[in-house]
């Protein structure tokens, strides 16, 4: 299927150098409110890329749960997949597709488990099915029906039956830490706003990027 002449022009007032905050972080907490005053769905959700000792990208969406000048942080299975490939490889990049603003935003840096409190504090948020299931998934291993998972998730709610369900030893928080960050806005004929935040000893470069 021929799909080439799908297009569309991106307009917006632009971005220029005087429009971005110093810091990386803040711009990027100006630009995921107006994502939410926006009504995009779910601006939260960002794609995350890892690769593994064998350099093989992967790539999936997983939520953003919160972000401060350390970095960025959402929580998993440390069992999965991508769990995995940070341990051989402890690098990501995150990307942030705001397609109804005709923005994007990357993020890349090292990755960091968050502390144990950290992920009792987020876990003791989360619904108690979410919790529950987070004890019922071994993340990325196969199973063979959905009748085995569903009886795990019986198993497990009589198990906790009484009290609060406990943070499993398996589960938790990762951080990226950003080395660079790029805010990226549509333009007319492709001639599209990039510009980039480095990570220096004392701040933050930044520089506009060709489209």
């Known amino acids: 299927m ?24 803040r711009q990027f907490e100006h630009w995921f409110h107006d994502a939410r005053e926006a009504g995009i769905l779910e601006p939260n959700a960002m794609s995350l890329a890892t690769a593994g000792s064998d350099s093989q990208p992967d790539l999936r969406t997983v939520l953003l749960k919160y972000f401060d000048d350390k970095g960025f942080v959402f929580y998993t299975n440390y069992g999965s997949r991508k769990a995995g490939e940070i341990d051989q490889n402890p690098k990501a990049a995150l990307l942030f597709p705001w397609i109804g603003l005709n923005r994007q935003v990357i993020i890349q840096g090292p ?8 992920s009792l504090r987020y876990f003791s948020s989360r619904p108690r099915g979410s919790q529950i299931g987070a004890w019922v998934s071994e993340q990325s291993k196969v199973i063979t029906s959905r009748g085995l998972l569903e009886q795990k998730v019986a198993e497990i709610k009589r198990r906790f039956s009484q009290g609060d369900v406990p943070l499993p030893s398996f589960w938790g928080g990762y951080r990226v830490v950003p080395e660079r960050i790029e805010f990226w806005q549509g ?3 492709r001639l599209h706003d990039r510009f980039e935040y480095l990570r220096q000893d004392d701040g933050w470069l930044i520089q506009r990027l060709q489209p």
């Open 2 to 25: 021929d799909i080439g002449d799908m297009r569309r022009e991106f307009e917006s007032e632009g971005l220029d150098r005087n429009h971005l905050d110093d810091s990386p972080i």
């Open 187 to 189: 333009r007319p004929s």
């Open 111 to 118: 990755v960091e488990k968050v502390s144990k409190a950290e």
